[in-house]
């Protein structure tokens, strides 16, 4: 049985894929191993932190890998084809997020009430990660997910363009524009400008 | 690529890059604030990889192996199985209730069509037939009697016309008449008789020809009902006044 173990390790994520198409327990098992953990995060960054809701977007993307494993093209990458996959349940989030904002706009004076006083609290408690994530979360959706796959999930130009679909001078671009953004946002935290 | 970037980002200062350094992150940083903002960001960033929140894998695990187990577990030849009751979806949403909620209301509505449609009418004719039976039960028996005397009569007539093909035909009849009952055999010239003074207006040559041996006519009806007075009575639908005088007092409308 161990030895069955260690060559489920050695395996690659496509090969995994092949065997879970099939039906082999263990090779979800190695995938889910492999990857829940690092798609947990992406999805913490890219939606504003919320654990449960992240928890439940890593249970639906791996629901949707035994249910149709034929979907991904073993020619293919795993890691960007997952990812590219979790880039646009993200989109599909966003959206639905921009819904309910539109839809509970009548109670945005009390919630203005409250932010004052809240903001006040932050402005002491804040620490830079909270400043970090907030400013990350105010852009948009193609800049953050390109800064989020290069900076956390340590993708390399060519695969992010792979993943998101997109030329890599765009990739270029675009990570450019969000690492300029986030700097300039964050430039009280720098201890030279405080002095 | 990136590789530099993490070199150049790594120096102290603006002011230590080279020419060549300056120029490949001039699109990121042109100037010495944006350099130490960049340069702050990237540090800062590699203390929140410290702090990452755990996912509750067991529980999220749980769930996706019970899936796993119940899409992959009826793989062994029991594919039509699990495509008709897929355990994952709701009750309702199962294609074999479904199919099998869409056969009862076809064979609901096409036996309620049917029963509307082909089965009323016959129903109908039979409790009619039924009633009339139960009614006259001595009417049935008249009628077989009454069909072997019109036999009788129309052989007579037969041989009274002369024809050829007319003798045939009676010649079988009377075959049968007499296999029918010994009794009209009999008295059956002189039934024949009394009949044919009474029927000869009713009947042409030509039914005489082709009387039917099996079914019997309106006119056998009738003459039954001639013959026989007493099952006559039973006919009225309004019970005749006959001794009882009483009845006539609700005629008379009284002031």
Redesign the interface.
């Known amino acids: 049985m161990r030895i069955f173990q260690k060559q489920v390790k050695q395996l690659s994520d496509e090969e995994l894929m092949k065997m879970l198409s099939k ?1 082999n ?1 263990r090779a ?1 098992d190695e995938i ?1 191993i492999r990857y ?2 690092i798609l ?2 992406y999805f ?1 960054k890219m939606l504003a ?1 919320d ?1 449960e809701k ?2 439940d977007m ?2 639906d993307l ?2 949707k890998i ?2 149709k494993p034929d979907y991904f093209d073993v020619n293919r990458s795993f890691r960007t084809w997952v990812f590219s996959v979790a880039c646009n349940m993200c989109k599909n989030e966003y959206k639905r997020m921009s819904v309910r904002k539109h839809v509970s706009n009548d109670f945005e004076p009390t919630k203005s009430i409250q932010s004052d006083s809240d903001t006040l609290k932050k402005v002491h408690e804040s620490t ?2 909270d400043s ?1 994530y907030e400013a990350l979360n105010s852009l948009d959706e193609k800049h953050k997910s390109v800064f989020a796959l290069r ?1 956390f999930e340590g993708f ?2 060519k695969e992010i363009a792979e993943t998101l679909q997109i030329n890599e001078g765009t990739v ?1 671009s675009r990570l ?1 524009y969000a ?2 953004t ?3 946002e ?2 009280e ?2 201890p ?1 400008y405080n002095q | 690529m990136e590789e530099k970037y993490v070199q150049i980002f790594s120096k102290s200062s603006f002011h230590e890059l080279t020419d060549d350094e300056k120029n490949f992150i001039s699109e990121l940083c042109s100037n010495e604030d944006e350099f130490e903002s960049v340069k702050h960001l990237y540090s800062g960033m590699e203390t929140l990889s410290d702090e990452t929140i755990r996912l509750n894998s067991a529980s999220v695990k749980r769930q996706l192996d019970q899936e796993f187990k119940e899409i992959h577990a009826s793989e062994g030849g029991f594919r039509l199985l699990s495509f008709l009751f897929p355990p994952i979806k709701p009750l309702y949403a199962k294609p074999g209730l479904q199919i099998a909620f869409l056969l009862v209301f076809i064979f609901t509505l096409y036996y309620s069509v049917n029963n509307m449609s082909i089965d009323n009418q016959p129903k109908q004719l039979y409790s009619q037939n039924e009633i009339e039976k139960k009614e006259s039960p001595k009417e049935v028996k008249s009628l077989s009697k009454d069909k072997a005397e019109i036999d009788l009569k129309t052989t007579n007539e037969e041989s009274l016309m002369g024809s050829n093909e007319s003798s045939e035909l009676v010649e079988d009849n009377l075959n049968e008449s007499i296999s029918i009952d010994t009794e009209t055999r009999l008295n059956g010239a002189m039934m024949a008789e009394m009949i044919s003074d009474v029927e000869e207006d009713s009947f042409s040559d030509d039914m005489t020809l082709f009387a039917p041996t099996s079914a019997p006519t309106t006119a056998g009806i009738a003459i039954a009902g001639f013959d026989r007075p007493d099952d006559n009575e039973a006919k009225f639908i309004i019970e005749p006044i006959g001794e009882d005088l009483g009845l006539l007092e609700d005629l008379f409308v009284t002031f």
């Open positions: 039906g327990q979800f889910y829940s953990e947990f995060g913490m932190r654990k992240c928890e890593v249970h791996f629901a035994i249910r830079f990660s970090f900076h390399s130009m270029k450019f690492t300029k986030l700097a300039s964050l430039k935290y720098n030279i």
